[in-house]
């Protein structure tokens, strides 16, 4: 697609329940990254893919937060059993391969984010 | 890990003014970029700016990589220029991409 594509952009859930968060990078883009951004705060890094390679998950908060990219293009990240410090928006972004070969210039583009609060 | 650090953390300006706001941050990086998110959150790139000068309309950067800073400058602010100024980082192509803390700009009519 043009730009990067994320779903839903707003969801609701109670305490306790399990949630998915959808990305869909732009084309071509084998970097894929998620973040969180508290009300107020700059985005946190949470995890990055090359690919379907999972790089580096050092800002998943918890076990309760898993990001898959099966196919090196569509990502998911789920979140189980939520809880209310959850809330947040979830920001997942993408950057184009270098000529040269290496995975990504680190110019992201992002979505518009998944607005997630948990009651 | 990279530390990043942006100065000021809140600015109020008159529609007309001119401001700078700088990035500083502990490590050498490969990659630096520029983002203004508006206040429906979009993140909209700016620049991407690792070293030099780049303009871009009342919009202009300056990368001095060797020490460790960036600066974005804003002329003729307008009220449509308010949100928040985010400079990210990246050390290489396998790491991930830092952001800074922010500066919260206001711009009054």
């Known amino acids: 697609g043009a730009g990067v594509s994320q779903s839903p952009r707003y969801k609701v859930a109670k305490r306790g329940q399990d949630v998915a968060l959808r990305c869909d990078p732009i084309s071509g883009h084998v970097s894929l990254f998620w973040y969180q951004q508290a009300l107020g705060q700059g985005p946190e890094f949470l995890t990055y893919f090359q690919n379907e390679a999972q790089l580096d998950k050092s800002g998943l908060p918890s076990d309760r937060f898993f990001a898959e990219r099966p196919e090196g293009s569509v990502s998911t990240l789920k979140i189980q059993r939520t809880q209310q410090e959850d809330s947040a928006v979830y920001l997942c972004?993408?950057?184009?391969?270098?000529?040269?070969?290496?995975?990504?210039?680190?110019?992201?583009?992002f979505g518009e984010g998944s607005r997630l609060t948990v009651l | 890990g990279i530390q990043v650090e942006q100065s000021p953390p809140d600015l109020i300006l008159q529609e007309g003014a001119n401001s700078t706001l700088r990035c500083n941050f502990s490590?050498?990086?490969?990659?630096l970029q520029w983002f203004h998110q508006n206040p429906w959150g979009q993140l909209i790139n700016l620049f991407y700016?690792?070293?030099g000068t780049k303009q871009n309309g009342r919009l202009s950067a300056t990368t001095v990589a060797t020490e460790r800073y960036s600066l974005l400058y804003i002329s003729s602010s307008q009220t449509t220029d308010s949100g928040v100024y985010f400079c990210a980082v990246q050390k290489t192509s396998y790491d991930k991409v830092i952001f800074g803390p922010g500066t919260s700009l206001s711009v009054i009519p």
């Open positions: 490590d050498s990086v490969n990659n």
């Open positions: 700016i690792p070293s």
């Open positions: 972004a993408s950057s184009p391969p270098t000529s040269g070969g290496t995975p990504n210039t680190g110019e992201l583009f």
